[in-house]
Nanobody
């Protein structure tokens, strides 16, 4: 199983980016997919729309095993490596496995 994150880059203050994370491999079902971020010198934290002041939205395409993070009105403090995280099952009724994507860099310039 692999989680492939993409869509990061350099954007100006107030700009937008959309990150994607696709899960591939022999997957029976996906329980959930989340986004985390880690800024330099800080701990990794969960990215949630509720803590972004409504600037970020998360959506999922179940048919493509893909989760998206739409980020609007970006600020320099949003600069971080963004990681996707998935909880899934390799066979129906089987145990849960969790995976991290490789991370994608988001840099917001002032």
């Amino acid at each position: 199983v692999q989680l492939q994150a993409s869509g990061g880059g350099l954007v100006q203050d107030g700009g937008s980016l959309r990150l994607s994370c696709a899960a591939s491999g022999s997957i029976a079902s996906i329980n959930f997919m989340n986004w985390y971020r880690q800024a330099p010198g800080k701990e990794r934290e969960l990215v949630a729309p509720s803590t972004s002041g409504g600037r970020f939205t998360i959506s999922r395409d179940n048919a493509k095993n893909t989760v998206y993070l739409q980020m609007n009105s970006l600020k320099p403090e949003d600069t971080a490596v963004y990681y996707c995280y998935a909880s899934l099952q390799l066979r129906l009724g089987g145990p849960e496995y969790t995976y991290w994507g490789q991370g994608t860099q988001v840099t917001v310039s002032s």
